[in-house]
């Protein structure tokens, strides 16, 4: 190797390569600049290395004098996740490790930035958030500097101008990691218009986003490897007919009755209805709802793509033997019991941080992403819910305070990435409750994909014309015409479409 080395560059040497490589400069050969330390042949000493990577706090010298922050946080218990716990935490260092960082990174924004934090838990079910919050609007009642609840309801605030636009807010950098920008981008009716805040310190939209679970030890059974679905994820080729052929593979009579019931025999996929678990599949297909043109957002979604995506779904749904989604007694908690015992190879309509409520199960498991719609596609998405927890700037939040909430905003999520995310994420989904290296993985890859929220916070408003008279209707029916089915909505979605441009076109033009 290092005669092969010296020969290279005695040719370059003798072409005048390198003569010619010093000229390729946007200056031409009279650009001049300093040699650094490695240039000239010495090394930095341990002063100047530690000068070199040394940190300064932009924030370092900020000072609100004791100014309240005041946080309206969700505690709602209906939701099947909530952000109180991530955002406020108990007030007090008790020993466990999430709660603690939440204390410690409270505590270190308040000294940073002198101010004080005031948390007022709210709890605004999925079905009130939105005429909750309106009420507070309506009143004139500046009372929080952020508020933190369902997208689904801060959406429909959003359209009818309740909530400040944050396209250019002061000092919040959405360049930065912490902020999820492609996620807020595709929440946009129109460039220049942006109101909801997604990222790290809103922790819920990663603790909701959707994921199945297997039961590793019934696939070794079936397969000879506990690792069958996790290397087809990582070839690229967890797809419907995939996913489709494991359920068929793995459900069991374990009674031997000839029938599969609930409780006694082993199903290869349970979920909740069909509704709410139609949700995941349908956005993990990565489909696009609608374009964005200079006359405004137009659907694009009557195409051949929605097509195949509608009779996968109702082939795995309701046409594929082991697939159950007809509890008999519904509930998140049921679906999580049938598959603690063992008793179903994947489960659905679970969350990422339900990996935590799997503690006790006596076999190995792992989450997976939600299966693409063909081999064709090209990356794997994961799906947030209409009731994740994202956060907005009331209307009653005079602009005189824009720059200190933006600024508070942005240290708090800056300080979440690097202090309660690593404990809630890296130390305690992908260590304590992934089993190797491959589950962390599969947690990363599930992370990264969290993507296209538009048809999840605007469905409701645009009349359920996506997710629901495009899909979830049929689904339910077991009609596979999809072209009929648009057709039969398309008039009133579209409408409905038009009626949401001209409320977002009429808050951009009175500067909101």
């Given at each position: 190797?290092?005669?092969?080395?010296s020969?290279?560059?005695?040719?370059?040497?003798?072409?005048?390569?390198?003569?010619?490589?010093?000229?390729?400069?946007?200056?031409?050969?009279d650009e001049?600049?300093?040699?650094?330390?490695?240039?000239?042949g010495?090394?930095?000493t341990g002063?100047?290395?530690?000068?070199?990577?040394?940190?300064?706090?932009?924030?370092?010298?900020?000072?609100?004098?004791?100014?309240?922050?005041?946080?309206?946080?969700?505690?709602?218990?209906?939701?099947?996740?909530?952000?109180?716990?991530?955002?406020?935490?108990?007030?007090?260092?008790?020993?466990?490790?999430?709660?603690?960082?939440?204390?410690?990174?409270?505590?270190?924004?308040?000294e940073?930035?002198n101010?004080?934090?005031?948390?007022t838990?709210?709890?605004?079910?999925?079905?009130?958030?939105?005429?909750?919050?309106?009420?507070?609007?309506?009143?004139?009642?500046?009372?929080?500097?952020?508020?933190?609840?369902d997208?689904?309801?801060m959406?429909?605030?959003?359209?009818?101008?309740?909530?400040?636009?944050?396209?250019?807010?002061?000092?919040?950098?959405?360049d930065?990691?912490?902020?999820?920008t492609?996620?807020?981008?595709?929440?946009?009716?129109?460039?220049?218009?942006?109101?909801?805040l997604?990222?790290?310190?809103?922790?819920d939209?990663?603790q909701?986003?959707?994921?199945?679970?297997?039961?590793?030890?019934?696939?070794?059974?079936?397969?000879?490897?506990?690792?069958?679905i996790?290397?087809?994820?990582?070839?690229?080729?967890?797809?419907?007919?995939?996913m489709?052929?494991?359920?068929?593979?793995?459900?069991?009579?374990?009674?031997?009755?000839?029938?599969?019931?609930?409780?006694?025999?082993?199903?290869?996929?349970?979920?909740?209805?069909?509704w709410?678990?139609?949700?995941?599949?349908?956005?993990?297909?990565?489909?696009?709802?609608?374009?964005?043109?200079?006359?405004?957002p137009?659907?694009?979604?009557?195409n051949?793509?929605?097509v195949?995506?509608?009779?996968?779904m109702?082939?795995?749904?309701?046409?594929?033997?082991?697939?159950?989604?007809?509890?008999a007694?519904?509930?998140?908690?049921?679906?999580?019991?049938?598959?603690?015992?063992?008793?179903?190879?994947?489960?659905?309509?679970?969350?990422?941080?339900d990996?935590?409520?799997?503690?006790?199960?006596?076999?190995?498991?792992s989450a997976?992403?939600?299966p693409?719609?063909?081999e064709?596609?090209?990356?794997?998405?994961?799906?947030?819910?209409?009731?994740?927890?994202?956060?907005?700037l009331?209307?009653?939040?005079?602009?005189?305070?824009m720059?200190?909430?933006?600024?508070?905003?942005?240290?708090?999520?800056?300080?979440?990435?690097?202090?309660?995310?690593?404990?809630?994420y890296e130390?305690g989904l992908?260590?304590?409750?992934?089993?190797?290296q491959?589950?962390?993985?599969?947690?990363?890859?599930?992370?990264?994909?969290?993507?296209?929220?538009?048809?999840?916070?605007?469905d409701?408003?645009?009349?359920?014309?996506?997710?629901?008279?495009?899909f979830?209707s049929?689904?339910?029916?077991?009609?596979?015409?999809?072209?009929?089915?648009?057709?039969?909505?398309?008039?009133?979605?579209?409408?409905?479409?038009e009626?949401?441009?001209?409320?977002?076109?009429?808050?951009?033009?009175?500067?909101?």
């Amino acid at each position: 190797m290092k005669k092969i080395i010296s020969l290279l560059l005695a040719l370059l040497l003798s072409a005048g390569s390198l003569t010619i490589l010093a000229g390729c400069s946007d200056n031409g050969a009279d650009e001049k600049k300093e040699p650094t330390s490695a240039e000239a042949g010495s090394t930095p000493t341990g002063e100047e290395a530690e000068e070199e990577t040394e940190w300064i706090d932009p924030f370092a010298d900020t000072d609100f004098g004791g100014r309240a922050f005041r946080v309206s946080s969700s505690i709602d218990e209906n939701d099947a996740t909530n952000a109180d716990y991530l955002i406020r935490g108990s007030g007090e260092l008790n020993g466990e490790a999430v709660n603690d960082a939440v204390f410690n990174r409270n505590q270190k924004i308040a000294e940073l930035l002198n101010i004080k934090f005031e948390f007022t838990e709210t709890s605004f079910s999925v079905g009130s958030a939105e005429g909750d919050v309106k009420s507070l609007v309506l009143a004139g009642d500046d009372a929080y500097d952020v508020v933190i609840n369902d997208i689904r309801a801060m959406a429909n605030l959003s359209r009818d101008g309740y909530i400040h636009n944050i396209y250019n807010a002061p000092v919040i950098d959405f360049d930065q990691k912490y902020w999820y920008t492609e996620a807020m981008r595709d929440l946009q009716f129109i460039e220049g218009g942006m109101y909801l805040l997604i990222g790290d310190y809103f922790t819920d939209a990663l603790q909701s986003c959707h994921c199945l679970y297997q039961n590793k030890d019934i696939l070794n059974n079936t397969y000879q490897d506990p690792n069958y679905i996790t290397n087809i994820v990582f070839d690229g080729k967890w797809t419907y007919d995939a996913m489709i052929s494991v359920i068929e593979s793995t459900h069991q009579d374990l009674n031997g009755d000839g029938q599969l019931k609930q409780g006694e025999d082993r199903f290869g996929f349970t979920c909740w209805g069909r509704w709410g678990s139609m949700i995941p599949f349908l956005i993990a297909t990565d489909i696009q709802f609608i374009e964005r043109t200079d006359d405004g957002p137009k659907f694009c979604f009557n195409n051949e793509r929605s097509v195949e995506i509608l009779e996968k779904m109702i082939q795995l749904f309701n046409h594929t033997e082991g697939s159950h989604y007809d509890l008999a007694d519904a509930s998140v908690a049921t679906l999580q019991t049938l598959f603690s015992n063992g008793l179903t190879t994947l489960v659905g309509y679970n969350r990422l941080g339900d990996l935590s409520k799997f503690r006790e199960v006596e076999f190995q498991m792992s989450a997976l992403p939600y299966p693409k719609l063909n081999e064709a596609q090209e990356n794997y998405v994961t799906s947030m819910h209409d009731t994740s927890e994202i956060g907005v700037l009331l209307m009653t939040l005079p602009l005189s305070s824009m720059e200190y909430v933006c600024t508070v905003l942005e240290v708090c999520a800056r300080e979440t990435n690097r202090t309660v995310i690593p404990e809630w994420y890296e130390n305690g989904l992908k260590v304590k409750y992934a089993n190797g290296q491959d589950d962390a993985k599969m947690i990363d890859l599930i992370h990264d994909a969290i993507t296209s929220p538009f048809a999840l916070a605007y469905d409701q408003a645009l009349s359920n014309f996506m997710m629901n008279s495009g899909f979830s209707s049929p689904l339910s029916s077991d009609n596979a015409d999809f072209a009929s089915n648009y057709k039969k909505y398309e008039k009133v979605g579209n409408k409905a479409l038009e009626k949401a441009y001209a409320k977002f076109s009429e808050n951009l033009e009175n500067g909101n």
